[in-house]
């Protein structure tokens, strides 16, 4: 990846040039503009792959998404509406207006969905919201002049271009926070997966637990779409491969997976955005979207096929009962 472009750089003379980063030009395109490029599609892609896993399982859909939550538009939208608007805003201020926006999607979404109390409620509610919050960008677009536009059009598809060692720079003290607050929610991920009935037996407080898995989503997703914009499908397609090396498994096993498998799409994905149309680069999000709708297609249609299978994983699969119909089926046996 950092050998392709242009100038080509062997792969026998990058040490060289990450050595000699200020006497070359091949040192100077590989370590000041592809090095940190990767590094911040390796990032990126993370913290959307893991964060689609908490969305996921916190909300126990496979569909569950930032795009479909208002989470990312919100993101957007805190970001593109100075642009438009002609506010001056520093640039360390840009990761701010991102969160907040992100927070105002989620807000909403849980609110309207009366806080979260059934998770199709708070999935359906947010897709309602993330649709105003984009009707919302829309008008923007309207507002902006041709030269704003360009801009806005590309941050909404997501793009790595011209990205330095600043921008990396800036996602660190969110992702400070952020891991430690992933890391104590993975488990309780795994027991909310059980049904908000079965967490609470077990002493989850299912509505603040939700409401926290979200608030873990937004400093996951509105730093990485206030420098790269709305990356989409990544959180979708990371957790299902994430989850197709071993169904078995539980959120704590998933989500280092789910985090490597979104910096992988998105490093892949970056290769063609580059490379594609050269010398005109196109957006990185353009081609999750181009190869992350049919892989997702794939995965879910696999995912509902798997229990049919035979053999001794489905047996032991079909053994286990699900707690979610037990006490229904207990209720039925004492009629």
């Not at 077990?202 to 926290?212: E, I, T």
């Not at 730093?223 to 914009?229: E, I, K, S, Y």
Request: aromatic share 4%.
């Amino acid at each position: 990846m950092l050998s392709l472009g242009t100038p080509y750089v062997p792969l026998h003379r990058l040490p060289g040039a990450l050595r000699d980063a200020d006497g070359t030009l091949a040192g100077i395109v590989v370590t000041e503009l592809r090095v940190p490029r990767l590094v911040l599609a390796l990032l990126a892609g993370a913290c959307l792959g893991a964060a689609g896993l908490v969305l996921q399982e916190a909300l126990r859909n496979p569909l569950a998404v930032p795009e479909m939550l208002g989470v990312s538009s919100g993101a957007a939208l805190g970001v593109a509406a100075p642009l438009v608007l002609a506010v001056s805003v520093p640039a360390v201020a840009q990761p701010l207006l991102a969160v907040g926006g992100a927070a105002l999607g989620g807000a909403l979404t849980l609110l309207a969905a009366g806080l979260g109390r059934s998770p199709s409620a708070v999935l359906l509610t947010g897709a309602a919201v993330a649709a105003a919050l984009q009707a919302a960008l829309l008008v923007l677009m309207i507002m902006a002049d041709q030269m704003d536009l360009q801009l806005i059009y590309r941050y909404l598809l997501g793009s790595l271009s011209a990205r330095t060692w600043d921008d990396v720079a800036g996602l660190w003290p969110w992702l400070l926070v952020a891991v430690p607050a992933l890391v104590l929610c993975a488990p309780v991920l795994s027991v909310l997966r059980l049904g908000d009935e079965d967490a609470e037996a077990l002493g989850v407080r299912v509505h603040r637990a939700r409401f926290a898995a979200l608030a873990i989503a937004v400093l996951l997703i509105a730093p990485v779409t206030a420098v790269c914009g709305p990356v989409a499908w990544v959180g979708l397609l990371a957790p299902h491969l994430a989850r197709r090396l071993d169904p078995t498994a539980d959120a704590v096993r998933w989500l280092p997976w789910s985090a490597a498998w979104g910096a992988v799409v998105v490093a892949v994905a970056d290769v063609p955005a580059r490379l594609a149309l050269a010398p005109v680069e196109t957006p990185v999000g353009a081609w999750t979207s181009l190869f992350g709708v049919p892989v997702g297609v794939a995965l879910l249609r696999s995912g509902r096929r798997r229990p049919k299978a035979s053999g001794p994983a489905a047996g032991s699969e079909a053994a286990r009962p699900d707690r979610r119909v037990a006490p229904a089926a207990s209720q039925e046996g004492a009629r």
